[in-house]
DNA sequence: GCTCTTATTGATCGAGTGATCAACAACCTG
DNA sequence: CAGGTTGTTGATCACTCGATCAATAAGAGC
């Protein structure tokens, strides 16, 4: 009926592409990175395979900027939200809140599928290559912060941050994976933190609920 | 010449089931779990892709036995190491030395490879829990041996557990994916371990080389 | 040596994948 | 309203995957 005959309107292509990089998206944060195939987005779009491989040199690379489009709003989203924070202390503890929440699951996965991948999808690697050191730069640039403030105490943040990052990747790889398990407390992340940062125990206890 | 008039030799079912699952664990810790498929079995063990096809219900299945296996064979390995340590502290070092070597990337990949792939293949999934699992299980009679002898402290030796392989899984596949990387230490497990479990700082130094 | 069980094969199907290209048609320009 | 630019399509190719099945032949038992 309608649906069908709905032709589909000629658009610019700058709007095609966008429309074809948010269909990939939703495809990868909901049935992984994986599935982000030609014919899915395409589907999604409403648009024949044809004009996605048309606005695309190659699958592996839409796949690979698909995926560093979602980490990098991730990063981006979680940035403003520290932003508000008025010490470095609360925002450290924002940030382990945040990342460790339940529901970063849907990133998380695409994280696992990103690591897996990459091994045959040169372009991912190296996007995922980008999307780490640009998670670890935030990472230190937050702990700097918090040294310039006198809030924290470290000789190598940079190495510090990629531990953390490490550590909080795990967890939730683990979290994940395991889903619908024992929903057990991770209080290590904190517990690590607080001691590598001189602070006093306790110090990142999640105050984020309450004014 | 004499490999192509080579016609191969009838073997027993067992035999034959052997020398497939061996090809299938090779093939997944060169290539990728993703790489064990019909043909690059058959191919391998210089036989038709339909005699693998014959001898499994289904390639899901033969993908996950793989898993179960090479992560089994891990943990039967590292568990032979550890019994020859002494005391509990430095069969937990060993442990720790072990699991964050870089001769570990080729099974932290199949763990990768596993995490992503076990969306689409249950009965992978299935082995990936039933693995996770027993690492939990092995770490937990660590832990609790070492309770025992009044080398460690902890009451909670079933969450500090998985914690600790959350974090050190995590930090192998940070380490895995970025690969050629700068070589940075890690030495914040060891640190969290010392003290959740009450132990002096530097007691888990790697104390494995020297008699 | 013959027979019979069964391990093994070749051929093939159906469903995926990415990618290409001539043809079409929507829209802008004149 | 005509003409040209270009966004869009349908058809199709070459390749991969898992899975099936009749036909073959190797080897054990007699």
């Known amino acids: ?35 982000v195939t030609v014919r899915a987005v395409a589907a999604r779009v409403g648009v024949a395979p044809a004009l996605v491989a048309h606005y695309q040199p190659s699958m592996t690379v839409l796949v ?40 970063r699951s849907a990133v998380t996965v695409i994280w696992l599928d990103a690591w897996s991948l990459g091994r045959s999808n040169s372009a991912l690697a190296t996007e995922v290559g980008r999307q780490m050191d640009a998670w670890q730069s935030f990472l230190v640039a ?46 290590l992340v904190r517990t690590i933190a607080e001691h590598e940062l001189a602070l006093p125990a306790g110090a990142l206890r999640s105050t984020a609920a309450g004014s």
């Open 1 to 35: 009926m309608s649906t069908l005959s709905a032709r589909n309107r000629r658009k610019s292509p700058a709007e095609r592409a966008a429309e074809i990089a948010l269909a990939a998206r939703q495809i990868a944060l909901t049935e992984g990175l994986a599935a």
């Open 64 to 103: 690979a900027a698909t995926f560093g489009a979602i980490v990098a709003a991730e990063i981006d989203e979680v940035a403003a939200e520290l932003a508000a924070c008025p010490t470095s202390v609360q925002a450290l503890g924002a940030l382990i809140d945040t990342l460790l929440g339940p529901e």
């Open 142 to 187: 937050q702990l700097q912060a918090g040294v310039i403030r006198g809030e924290f105490v470290t000789d190598d943040a940079p190495a510090l941050a990629w531990q953390l990052l490490g550590i909080i990747d795990g967890l939730n790889a683990h979290a994940t994976v395991r889903y619908g398990d024992a929903r057990t407390e991770r209080p």
